[in-house]
């Protein structure tokens, strides 16, 4: 073996996977099965103590979605990874390790449309209050934070307008606050931007999207950057203090830089049972192979149609990092030079009914909400993930009611022009 680490197309196809060692099978078997038999009656105690690490029950882990962890995990730049069920139940997840009742998050108001209803409605009923900031102001962040605060909480490339956050900035903000940055890095996917690169300490995705790829399976995982101090301030007893449930041990004493991961396992995911299939991590995993072929195309397209649309006259702006004019092309070709992802918006001159007139004129569009798959995908969030937002918060979240949303997928760039041509003359 040379010493050369391996880079990032290589780590996309091989990372945490081995051939099976029973049976040299080499794509990574599909373990259908619930339970792992024991040894002994010592070593199921010992697994059951956090002493070893084992297979116990598919609900805290499972090897096909082990191979998955690893290989993200290694994508990411992490020190570890747990996948879960979808990219919501991976930010329950990871809050409940952060946060006590009455306690606060910052979250950035562009966000997907789904996380903002998770934010504000199901999280305020568990005594997690979010308090809102802006990231194209970041002193809004400083001046959210208080006693209470736990947690600051952005995406990489925002939903629905595909605009580029400045990571670095916010981490800033975060570290002198004591607090912890988890980015949502579903849109870009770690082949577009590695926020831990830039300074977050968590880093989850909706496995649904990009790294999976098709739009066949869901799925989210949280990855641990081990770069946080979860004992320097007492704020995060899940990590910091004795666990009755394991015998008193402390998470981060024991386990040290990985030991946020660890606790999502064994306090979250053991005790709220959003677990992945080892089915969907197969998929998943089959997707992520690829991850850099399909997402460079994915770019490459998007900013074929991108300009096409800006210079279409029933177009009145194109929302997208990648065109030179952008307002967050500065920050794009910073944090992704590759390219600034799939996702993005355009506003139509002819407001609301143009666009759900062009939603339905469509043909090798999917009308869906979805993002991140091969095929291309539209959407008028202001008529259906932003329907529940009043008018104020469509248009601070990106999604006012002139405003369609597309993620573009893998086909052929000319033909996907053509079709909106088609929709947009007619
Ligand atoms: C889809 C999505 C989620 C939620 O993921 P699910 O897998 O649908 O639960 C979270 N964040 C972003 C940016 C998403 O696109």
New binding site residues.
């Given amino acids: 073996m040379s010493d050369r680490l391996p880079g990032f197309s290589t780590l996309a196809v091989h990372a945490g996977a081995q051939p099976d060692p029973t049976t040299g099978a080499r794509a990574t078997p599909i373990y259908q099965t619930t339970s792992f038999v024991f040894n002994d009656a010592d070593h199921a105690a010992s697994l059951f103590g956090l002493q070893v690490f084992g297979n116990i029950y598919t609900r805290i882990g499972n090897p096909t979605n082990a191979v998955l962890e690893e290989r993200v995990a290694a994508l990411e730049g992490g020190t570890a990874a747990l996948a879960v069920a979808?990219?919501?139940?991976?930010?329950v997840v990871v809050l409940q390790q952060l946060l006590q009742p009455g306690d606060e998050f910052i979250a950035a108001r562009k966000?997907?449309g789904?996380?903002i209803n998770q934010f504000t409605h199901a999280f305020k009923s568990f005594g997690w209050n979010v308090v809102w900031a802006d990231s194209d102001d970041i002193a809004s962040f400083e001046r959210a934070i208080t006693p209470r605060t736990k947690a600051i909480f952005i995406?990489s490339i925002a939903?629905p307008g595909g605009s580029i956050t400045d990571i670095e900035a916010i981490s800033t903000v975060a570290r002198k606050a004591g607090v912890p940055l988890i980015v949502?890095n579903?849109?870009a996917s770690p082949y577009l931007i590695r926020p831990i690169d830039h300074g977050a300490d968590i880093v989850?995705h909706?496995?649904?999207?990009f790294l999976g790829g098709h739009g066949n399976s869901?799925?989210?995982i949280i990855v641990d950057a081990g770069t946080f101090d979860w004992s320097a301030s007492g704020k995060y007893p899940m990590l910091s203090e004795p666990r009755p449930e394991y015998h008193g041990i402390r998470l981060q004493e024991t386990f040290g830089n990985f030991a946020f991961a660890i606790a999502c396992r064994v306090l979250g995911l053991r005790d709220l049972g959003p677990a992945l299939s080892p089915f969907n991590a197969f998929m998943i995993l089959t997707g992520i192979e690829t991850l850099p072929l399909r997402m460079q195309k994915h770019c490459d397209n998007a900013k074929a149609v991108a300009e096409f649309l800006a210079g279409h006259p029933a177009v009145a702006s194109v929302s997208y990092a990648g065109l030179a004019s952008d307002k967050y092309n500065q920050l794009a070709r910073k944090y992704a030079p590759k390219g600034a992802g799939a996702v993005f918006t355009f506003s139509l001159k002819g407001g609301y009914d143009a666009g759900v007139s062009l939603v339905s004129k469509l043909q090798l569009f999917s009308h869906l909400a979805?993002?991140?798959d091969t095929r291309s995908l539209v959407i008028h969030p202001a008529s259906t993930t932003h329907s529940q937002l009043d008018d104020a918060a469509k248009v601070k979240s990106g999604a006012g009611p002139d405003v369609v949303r597309l993620s573009i997928g893998i086909e052929d760039k000319e033909d996907l022009i053509a079709d909106l041509e088609q929709a947009l003359g007619a």
């Fill in positions: 979808s990219g919501h139940a991976a930010q966000l997907y789904g996380s995406e939903n949502d579903t849109l989850v909706s496995l649904t999207k869901l799925g989210g979805n993002v991140g």
